[in-house]
């Protein structure tokens, strides 16, 4: 797994950001080791590229949630 930046994953798309479809966990289960590794290289990246989250704190967090929750 030395080379993990050359295992080419350009064709592996997963649809769920959260909790995993039936169809992406099946996707990932047929990945190999090296191809796991580098979709979750990949995703590190994508985030850190992304930018700073908005600074909140838990009890934010828990209202946020409480307000969906009621929608």
């Known amino acids: 797994m030395e080379h993990i930046e ?27 080791p090296e191809q796991k590794r580098a979709v ?13 989250a908005t600074p909140c704190t838990m009890a934010d967090i828990i209202a946020e949630a409480k307000a969906e929750m009621k929608k």
Do not use: N, Y
């Not at 350009?10 to 990932?28: G, N, Q, R, Y």
């Open 6 to 32: 050359t295992v080419d994953i350009s064709d592996i798309k997963f649809t769920s950001t959260v909790f995993p479809t039936p169809e992406d966990m099946a996707l990932w289960k047929s990945l190999t």
């Open 40 to 52: 979750e290289l990949r995703d590190v990246k994508e985030g850190q590229a992304s930018g700073l």
